[in-house]
């Protein structure tokens, strides 16, 4: 079945530390997205990519960083300069931007500090 | 600034109809989408509006004006399967995403 997975789905970080969360998709979608959900928010919009080795950022990149050497997968890194990154991570993906389709989400990542 | 209200939580009981609403303020318009999202789950997508009127899904329709900058998603037969978050989007002129913060949706017996 195709999919988006995300891994781990929980996550804990310590002070100073990074850490990567991983998410890979195989519908052969050319947009892939990563969303912040906190409660009582909508879903913040942190970096999105729209082709290979090209990415931009959203409202909230600060504090993150992504890549995309491949169209199966985008992965998020929460570096130490984030202060307040417990939250649910989603990865999501869509056909061609600049269309108006569905996004795909994974099952998300829950991100707590230790 | 862009801008999507919704109810924070709304309740119900089961096997009568709920209507959701969401008004909305962006930069453009291309487009209205609602997701269902269970408790610790991922939002799946439930419906498409981009030309005014009704769109009906099964129990589920959902209904757009454009010049009022307002939807609604209406639940039809409610089942405690629907007890959820229902979550607004609006794809704004340059195709991002602006959601809205849910609606919470509590069946009761």
């Known amino acids: 079945d195709g999919g988006i997975t995300q891994s781990p789905k929980y996550l804990f970080r310590k002070e100073g530390q990074n850490v990567t969360l991983s998410c890979e998709q195989n519908?052969?979608?050319?947009?892939m997205y990563w969303y912040r959900q906190d409660p009582g928010q909508g879903l913040r919009l942190i970096y999105y990519?729209?082709?290979?080795?090209?990415?931009q950022k959203g409202d909230i990149a600060e504090g993150y960083s992504v890549s995309r050497e491949k169209k199966e997968s985008f992965p998020l890194t929460v570096t130490s300069a984030q202060k307040n990154p417990t939250a649910f991570y989603l990865c999501?993906?869509?056909?061609?931007?600049?269309?108006?389709?569905?996004?795909?989400f994974g099952d998300g990542t829950r991100l707590s500090i230790l | 600034g862009q801008n999507i209200d919704q109810p924070t939580e709304m309740t119900a009981t089961e096997g009568a109809i709920v209507q959701i609403n969401c008004t909305y303020q962006?930069?453009?318009?291309?487009?209205l989408f609602w997701y269902q999202q269970h408790a610790g789950e991922a939002p799946t997508f439930l419906s498409y509006?981009?030309l005014d009127g009704l769109e009906e899904k099964g129990r589920f329709s959902s209904f757009l004006s454009r010049s009022k900058g307002y939807s609604y998603l209406l639940l039809k037969e409610l089942q405690m399967k629907d007890s959820a978050s229902y979550l607004c989007?609006?794809?704004?002129?340059?195709?991002?995403?602006?959601w809205g913060a849910g609606t919470k949706l509590i069946i009761k017996p």
């Open positions: 990519s729209q082709i290979v080795n090209d990415f």
């Open positions: 519908l052969n979608h050319d947009a």
């Open positions: 962006t930069s453009g318009f291309n487009g």
């Open positions: 989007a609006v794809m704004d002129s340059n195709y991002q995403l602006i």
């Open positions: 999501a993906s869509s056909t061609l931007t600049g269309e108006s389709q569905p996004q795909h």
């Open positions: 509006n981009v």
